[in-house]
């Protein structure tokens, strides 16, 4: 296997680079698609091959955020905001219909303060995690054939 060079960027006034550059070399945990190759264990003779070598050079918070766009776009995670009439029980009866369908409730908000709303209504908005997006559908339509109504978030 012959080696044509590295391609790296580097900017010599991010303190990130140089501390990535001697972690790659101390961790080796980067270079694993590299080892792959020089050690045979992928199908690539006779191929031009470009290895990535990535960092952790990621912010926390945005990682966060691509993982939880991730999970909305699969499915797996929903939002939804219920409007509806601010009595005892209605928590429940809302919880009960998410459960029966096998979702699970992961953020409660119940929101009276809202102007849009008639004095003795609130917003109830769920966060949930759930198996696609089949299962959100399955759940919106229980909970309208429940007689609650569903709303859009509002910006």
């Known amino acids: ?5 590295i391609i790296a960027e580097y900017d010599p006034f991010h303190n ?4 990535q550059l001697q972690a790659a070399r101390e961790r080796g945990a980067g270079a694993v698609a ?25 912010d926390v918070t945005i990682l966060n ?7 909305v776009m699969s499915g797996r995670k929903a939002n939804l905001m219920i409007a ?6 209605q928590l429940t009866l809302v919880s009960d219909i998410i459960s029966n369908c096998g979702a699970n409730v992961v953020s409660v908000h119940h929101d009276r303060a809202d102007t849009n709303m008639a004095i ?9 995690e759930t198996r696609d997006a089949a299962q959100i559908e399955q759940i ?9 109504q569903l709303v859009t978030e509002r910006a």
């Not at 296997?1 to 060079?5: D, P």
């Not at 990130?16 to 501390?19: L, V």
């Not at 690539?44 to 050079?57: F, H």
């Open 120 to 128: 003795t209504s609130c917003f109830l908005k769920l966060g949930l």
């Open 84 to 89: 509806l009439e601010d009595k005892p029980g």
């Open 1 to 5: 296997m012959k080696f044509a060079g």
């Open 16 to 19: 990130g680079h140089a501390w």
């Open 65 to 71: 955020r691509v993982i939880t766009r991730g999970l």
């Open 34 to 58: 590299v080892a792959a190759c020089m050690f045979h264990k992928l199908p690539v003779e006779g191929k031009k091959v470009v290895c990535v070598v990535s960092g952790g050079n990621i």
């Open 140 to 148: 919106r339509a229980e909970l309208t054939k429940a007689g609650f």
